[in-house]
């Protein structure tokens, strides 16, 4: 029984993307969770945007979206609306468009939690190595990457940052791609 029940969990695992699990169909639906992933100006000067996405990709999360962008400042502005009160807010601003950013919206289970995790702490000295701020990043105030902090933050953050039309449906982009069975 025990095996029967890891077999049949490792066969949903191993499920090609390329045969979602559909809406409707009386099994559980594909997990829909979305967050926003920015490499930040310093990330981008310093060419670690390849290495960011790579993260992702090996981790088994699914880009929908993705662009390079100069962030207007009034995106900023609502972007960091909870810490507009901070000393170091002013500085958060000109460094988040001292320069491009790319902005990549990732997909997959409990993406924001472990996307936060893969990301580091916050202070670059307390980031452990192994995450992207532990390994690329010495100072709070140039930590490389952003990443929404919750369901509900990634929600906003991504109707704040990309146009729906910006992002890709794989469960349509699938339909279309499977080879006949
Ligand atoms: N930040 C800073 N000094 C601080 C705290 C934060 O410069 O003392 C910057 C840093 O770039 C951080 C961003 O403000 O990533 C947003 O802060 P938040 O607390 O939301 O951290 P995050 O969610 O990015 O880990
Ligand atoms: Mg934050």
Do not use: C
Request: a positive charge; proline letters at 6%.
């Amino acid at each position: 029984m025990g095996r029967f029940f890891e077999r049949a969990s490792l066969r949903l695992l191993l499920r090609p993307w390329s045969a979602p699990l559909r809406a409707g169909s009386g099994g559980p639906t594909w997990p829909r969770e979305r967050t926003l992933v920015a490499v930040k100006p310093d990330g981008v000067q310093r060419r670690l945007v390849g290495d960011v996405i790579q993260r992702f990709e090996r981790r088994g999360f699914r880009l929908v979206g993705m662009k390079m962008l100069q962030v207007p400042e009034s995106v900023l502005a609502e972007h960091y609306q909870d810490l507009q009160g901070k000393p170091f807010y002013p500085a958060l601003i000109r460094y988040m468009s001292s320069g491009p950013v790319v902005a990549m919206v990732w997909e997959g289970h409990n993406v924001v939690r472990t996307s936060r995790a893969m990301i580091g702490d916050t202070d670059s000295s307390e980031a452990a190595p192994g995450t992207i701020r532990g390994d690329f990043s010495t100072h709070v105030s140039r930590n490389v990457v952003h990443a929404s902090d919750s369901v509900e933050g990634a929600q906003r953050e991504i109707q704040l940052w990309f146009q729906s039309s910006e992002l890709l449906s794989w469960a349509d982009v699938d339909h279309h791609s499977a080879a006949p069975v």
